[in-house]
Antibody, heavy 121, light 108 residues
């Protein structure tokens, strides 16, 4: 079945780096834009970054541009988020999601279970 | 674009009808507005896209409407499993993707 499974979260010190991964299965990965969305504890959803199916086009929220890098490996049906210079405000559950619409990035029909990133001082 | 959802929390009983509101600070391009449901400890689930189109597998008690800056999600008859947090989301404008702060629907 269609599935997304994130990994790579954990406890990291402020200023540190992390690489999140998302393994996709059950669909032709390269056909879809993919997106990272995060949710701070007890808070709402925040779009982080999206990448086209080919990997050539990338989009970032202003809050993470310059520190986060989105990437994908279509041969391995995997999505990545490289996070540098972590800050306390980056503490959140990070979800990967499949983009469903005709004019991506737009709507997200499949979500992973999320991976928790905690930044400590 | 800033999305403002109201009310913040609603307390209702199963069987009741509910309408959730999402207002945007600028007109949303081409009704590019979606709704998601999130239950505790779970990822969000897509309910409605393009303001009024139900996503695959979504029961017809869920309906969306609106255009411009005012959008609504209506649940015609609340089921026990509908008590959750609901988020609206715009796409296609700047910034590319933004979510509302959510409306919590709780059992009375």
């Amino acid at each position: 079945q269609v599935q997304l499974v994130e990994s790579g979260g954990g406890l990291v010190k402020s200023g540190g780096s992390l690489r999140l991964s998302c393994a996709a299965s059950g669909f032709t990965f390269s056909d879809y834009y993919m997106t990272w969305i995060r949710q701070a504890p007890g808070k709402g959803l925040e779009w982080v970054s999206s990448i086209s199916g080919t990997g050539r086009s990338m989009y970032y929220a202003d809050s993470v541009r310059g520190r986060f890098t989105i990437a994908r490996d279509n041969a391995k049906s995997s999505l990545f988020l490289l996070i540098n210079n972590l800050r306390a405000e980056d503490t959140a559950v990070y979800y990967c999601a499949r983009d469903y619409g005709d004019y991506p990035p737009d709507i997200f029909d499949i979500w992973g279970q999320g991976t928790m990133v905690t930044v400590s001082s | 674009i800033v999305l403002t959802q109201s009310p913040g929390t609603l307390s209702l009983s199963p069987g009741e009808r509910v309408t959730l509101s999402c207002r945007t600070s600028q007109s949303v391009r081409s009704t590019y507005l979606a709704w998601y449901q999130q239950k505790p400890g779970q990822a969000p689930r897509l309910l409605i896209y393009a303001a009024s189109n139900r996503a695959t597998g979504i029961p017809d008690r869920f309906s969306g409407s609106g255009s411009g800056t005012d959008f609504t999600l209506t649940i015609s008859r609340l089921e026990p499993e509908d008590f959750a947090v609901y988020y609206c989301q715009q796409y296609g404008s700047s910034p590319l993707i933004t979510f509302g702060q959510g409306t919590r629907l709780e059992i009375k």
